[in-house]
């Protein structure tokens, strides 16, 4: 004889249906798009696309002016800079030959001054000249004077002298006489006669440098 563990038993429980006890979710069912709203989207992408082709194509062009203004301003710019040095070098020239005029002025503004000191009155072309001093020289068988021609900052390959007779404030003839080449800072000393003993006074009215 079985015997049976002591203690309540609890009854077999009866199956149940498992399809009513698990929760169950209804697919989702797809979206789908009227025939009209989809050709309204397809346009607009259409037009966005064209309208991105169209930005592109005048970014394209915007870029390329803008490139050739660039071009133009710089070729401009350049010109401008050297016009500008073109300027600086031409005034520099001038500034440079100012300068160099004012030291051949001043030079011979203190030559002037030099030979004035010593009795030289200015003859042109750095030349200059003197009557001599009576006790410098003696007169044969003419009236006569002496003068003294001086170079200073040039030289000559002949002097010419010529000096015009005075008698009353009145020119009644000239003499004349002439030297052999002077080199710089050298002196000729030439004689002027009145052979006709017609003049009182000599003024000189020449001295040129050959």
Request: net charge negative.
């Amino acid at each position: 004889m079985d015997e049976s563990p002591a203690g309540p038993v609890e009854p077999a429980r009866e199956n149940s249906e498992v399809n009513a006890a698990v929760p169950i979710k209804t697919k989702r069912q797809r979206r789908r798009m009227p025939g009209k709203a989809f050709g309204f989207t397809l346009a607009a992408a259409l037009i966005l696309l064209l309208g991105s082709g169209g930005y592109l194509a005048w970014s394209y062009q915007n870029h390329a002016e803008i490139v050739d203004h660039a071009t133009v301003v710089k070729a401009v710019f350049d010109a401008e800079v050297e016009a500008d040095a073109v300027i600086a070098a031409q005034a520099k020239a001038v500034a440079a030959a100012a300068a160099a005029a004012a030291r051949v002025a001043k030079a011979a503004a203190d030559e002037a001054a030099t030979m004035a000191l010593a009795g030289y009155s200015p003859a042109g072309d750095g030349m200059y000249y003197r009557f001599a001093e009576d006790s410098e020289f003696t007169c044969g068988y003419y009236d006569c004077n002496v003068v003294v021609v001086s170079t200073a900052s040039t030289t000559c390959t002949g002097v010419y002298l010529e000096a015009n007779l005075i008698r009353n404030d009145v020119v009644v003839g000239f003499v004349n006489d002439t030297a052999g080449s002077l080199g710089k800072y050298s002196v000729a000393v030439m004689t002027l006669e009145d052979y006709q003993d017609t003049g009182g006074a000599f003024r000189i009215t020449k001295v040129n440098c050959y």
